[in-house]
C-alpha cells in the first residue's frame, strides 16, 4: 500500500529563514513524487514535481530513495511562501490511471 | 484562463437531499478526479475516471456516486446526503500517465444540515 507521511501539521518560520517540509512515503515500486501547495483563497496548484528536476519559486526538492524521503526546502522564507502544502505520491509514472495519494499536508507561515 | 469550473462554490443542502457537483474541464484531458479535503486529513480521492463512462473507486467512495458521459464532463452525486459529507470538494483533471500534472477546480464548499 501506498502511505505519504507529512509529520508537521503547522510549521511557522521568520522572513529570511531556512525551511524545509518533510515529506516521507512508503511504496516499493518507481513513484513520482510531487509538491502541491494552496496559497489563501486560491485553487490547489503544482510547485514542482521530481521528475522535472525544477526550482520554482527558489524551493528544491531531492527524492531519497534510501530514506524514501522527498522533503521540499527553500534556503530563504518569504511572507508569500505561507500557504498549505501537500506532498503527493504516483505510483506508476506510466500508469495511465495516473491517481496520486497526498500527505495530510503542512500549513507553512512565515513572519515577517 | 480558468482550465476547470465547478458549478457551484457554496452549497447548502439537508440531511437526505440527493446532491449533484459539476466539474468541466476545456483542456482535453482524458483523466478527471473527485477529491474531498478535510482540515488534518488532506486530500482523500472519492473516485476517478480515466474515459468517458470509466470510472474506477478512490479511497473513500463509499455515499458517492460519479457519472462521465461526456470528456469534458465529471459529475459528482450523493445519493443521500449526510451531515459527515459536509466537506470541500475538489476537482481535478490530468493527462493520462502518472507524471503528469493535475490541474484543480476552485472547489465546492458543501454543508449539509
Known amino acids: 500500500a501506498q502511505r505519504v507521511t507529512q509529520p508537521e501539521k503547522l510549521l511557522s518560520v521568520f522572513k529570511g529563514a531556512p525551511v524545509e517540509l518533510k515529506c516521507n512515503y512508503s511504496y516499493s515500486g518507481s513513484p513520482e513524487l510531487f509538491w502541491y501547495v494552496q496559497y489563501s483563497r486560491q485553487r490547489l496548484q503544482l510547485l514542482l514535481r521530481h521528475i522535472s528536476r525544477e526550482s520554482i519559486k527558489g524551493f528544491t526538492a531531492d527524492l531519497n530513495k534510501g530514506e524514501t524521503s522527498f522533503h521540499l526546502k527553500k534556503p530563504f522564507a518569504q511572507e508569500e511562501d505561507s500557504a498549505m502544502y501537500y506532498c503527493?505520491?504516483?505510483?506508476?509514472?506510466?500508469?495511465?490511471?495516473?491517481?496520486?495519494?497526498f500527505g495530510r499536508g503542512t500549513q507553512l507561515t512565515v513572519w515577517p | 484562463d480558468v482550465k476547470v469550473t465547478q458549478s457551484s462554490r457554496y452549497l447548502v443542502k439537508r440531511t437526505g437531499e440527493k446532491v449533484f457537483l459539476e466539474c468541466v474541464q476545456d483542456m482535453d484531458h482524458e483523466n478527471m478526479f473527485w477529491y474531498r479535503q478535510d482540515p488534518g486529513l488532506g486530500l482523500r480521492l472519492i473516485y476517478f475516471s480515466y474515459d468517458v463512462k470509466m470510472k474506477e473507486k478512490g479511497d473513500i467512495p463509499e455515499g458517492y456516486s460519479v457519472s462521465r458521459e461526456k470528456k469534458e464532463r465529471f459529475s459528482l452525486i450523493l445519493e443521500s446526503a449526510s451531515t459527515n459529507q459536509t466537506s470541500m470538494y475538489l476537482c481535478?483533471?490530468?493527462?493520462?500517465?502518472?507524471?503528469?500534472?493535475?490541474?484543480f477546480g476552485p472547489g465546492t464548499r458543501l454543508t449539509v444540515l
Open positions: 503527493a505520491l504516483s505510483p506508476d509514472r506510466g500508469s495511465t490511471l495516473g491517481r496520486l495519494y
Open positions: 481535478a483533471s490530468s493527462l493520462p500517465a502518472g507524471w503528469n500534472e493535475q490541474f
